[in-house]
């Protein structure tokens, strides 16, 4: 049924609940209502997915811009995409290293698609030292090299977090400098508060067109979203 037809259809069935409270009263109008929704199941599906997108807008406002804007290096795929996905992660995060092999496949089939990782370090003990790291690498351009070689370690403490680095190639010297800077403590302080602002509790989450979406949902709920985002 096309968009129009259910507007119709809603219609009539609005018109005969009225009708059902003048001639039977709520009892008949109760039955209407439940034979309506039990034809047309998918109007709930519509009116809740609506719902959600509505809130999901009210709660990006104001904060989408700086969610979109990456800690400057902090980007997987075209840096210059024309369809942005924001991706909440922690390193110690199972969840966030299962969708791995998706994102890879969405880079794949999008090549204007830019995916501005968040760091949000609230695993593990050691999830904020792998953050700051992932931080100082993308100051050096090489954040994706340490992205997939933090996640490939399968762990989080002080020695893979190092290990990774070198895998990575950074300037470790400089590295440790750039983790212990108060510009990258701000943003991991500013990547909770907004995840927190979103809603989001848990990694990975993401944000794409006005859609806020939790968990490791997989390919195609992400790839339906970014369609929508980008028009599609």
């Known amino acids: 049924m096309g968009i129009g037809s259910k507007i119709a259809a809603t219609g009539i069935g609005l018109a005969l609940v009225g009708a059902g409270v003048w001639f039977g009263g709520p009892i008949i109008a109760g039955r209407v209502i439940h034979d309506y929704l039990v034809t047309n199941p998918e109007v709930l599906n519509e009116a809740m997915d609506a719902l959600q997108r509505k809130q999901a807008k009210a709660q990006l406002a104001g904060v989408k811009q700086s969610v ?18 924001v991706e909440f992660t922690d390193y110690a995060c199972g969840y966030c290293r299962r969708s791995l092999p998706d994102v890879a496949q969405l880079l794949a089939k999008n090549p204007n698609l830019r995916i501005v990782v968040r760091e949000l370090p609230i695993i593990s003990l050691h999830s904020p030292d792998a953050a700051r790291m992932a931080l100082a690498a993308a100051e050096q351009g090489k954040y994706a090299k340490f992205h997939d070689a933090m996640f490939a370690a399968g762990q989080v403490d002080p020695q893979a977090i190092e290990a990774a680095g070198k895998q990575a190639g950074l300037d470790m010297d400089r590295a440790r400098k750039v983790a212990a800077s108060q510009v990258v403590a701000q943003e991991l302080s500013r990547n909770l508060d907004v995840a927190g602002r ?4 848990g990694t990975p989450s993401w944000v794409v067109g006005d859609r806020l979406i939790s968990g490791a949902v997989g390919f195609d709920q992400l790839a339906q979203a970014i369609a929508e985002a980008s028009g599609g």
Do not use: I, K, Y
């Open 198 to 201: 979103l809603g989001f509790s």
């Open 68 to 85: 979109e804007t990456p800690f400057p290096g902090a980007v997987l795929g075209n840096p210059n995409g024309s369809v942005t996905l």
